[in-house]
């Protein structure tokens, strides 16, 4: 098995220009790409429309989500109309709610009535799909981001929550349930399994996916060799 036989589309994640590029040419499993306002502060993103239009004009023909960063509704709505407007690979990331924990479920519904493609992100609950998948009804191609990684950070497994919320969206084939904030490369594999549609990968998961299928004696013994190879490099000795 390799990363080009999955039924799961990978979509990079991250916030360099550079990676993001290198990825686009390298990698061409990789289906489309997400970035976030986190991810663009660590990567040291100063001005976020230039940045997104760089990106858009070196990746012009896949999938791009860029994400709102207002905590009001009616600001959130003028942002995403704007991103919208960068280009028809833009999918436009609205939080599930805001802040003080309000559901974005009535402006996604507007969006999607005016044929805003989004991407409905950070949603942890089957309610949350519920309500989300519904306010997405009859509008465009649209993605929702469960943050499996997270759900699993909590010490709950995320896979029966993804089963359910892949059964919730199955009626309306223009939503994309989305694996989003994977913890391992396995990750991968399970979403493959399940059916999931569509799985975020850092870049660091991505260079992983060549170890798919690799002889677990060989790469035991390529471990030993590392652990050799370390201790000589940091001279380290025993003095018996």
């Not at 036989?5 to 916030?15: E, R, T």
């Not at 402006?107 to 306010?135: F, H, P, S, W, Y």
Request: charged share 20%; aromatic share 10%; net charge negative.
């Amino acid at each position: 098995m390799d990363a080009t036989s999955l039924n799961v589309k990978i979509f990079a994640d991250g916030a360099s220009l550079e990676e993001m590029i290198q990825t686009y040419k390298k990698y061409l499993f990789v289906r489309g790409f997400t970035t976030n306002p986190t991810l663009m502060r660590k990567a040291g993103v100063t001005d976020y429309e230039a940045f997104a239009h760089q990106v858009i004009t070196a990746i012009p023909d896949r999938p791009i989500s860029f994400e709102v960063f207002s905590d009001d509704f009616y600001e959130m709505e003028r942002q995403a109309n704007h991103i919208s407007s960068w280009g028809a690979n833009v999918y436009v990331k609205i939080p599930v709610s805001n802040t003080i924990g309000e559901s974005s479920a009535p402006l996604v519904a507007r969006l999607a009535r005016t044929g805003v493609k989004q991407n409905v992100t950070a949603l942890m609950t089957t309610d949350q799909v519920r309500e989300i998948a519904d306010a997405l009804a009859g509008g465009p191609s649209s993605f929702i981001s469960v943050f499996a990684g997270r759900i699993a950070d909590s010490g709950r497994d995320p896979l029966p929550i993804m089963r359910a919320s892949l059964a919730i969206v199955a009626s309306q084939p223009q939503i994309e349930l989305i694996w989003a904030s994977p913890r391992e490369v396995f990750n991968i594999i399970q979403a493959h399994e399940i059916g999931c549609h569509i799985i975020t990968v850092t870049n660091d998961l991505i260079t992983k996916t060549k170890l798919f299928g690799r002889d677990l004696m060989e790469f035991s013994v390529d471990t030993v060799k590392m652990f050799r190879g370390d201790a000589i490099a940091a001279g380290f000795q025993l003095y018996i």
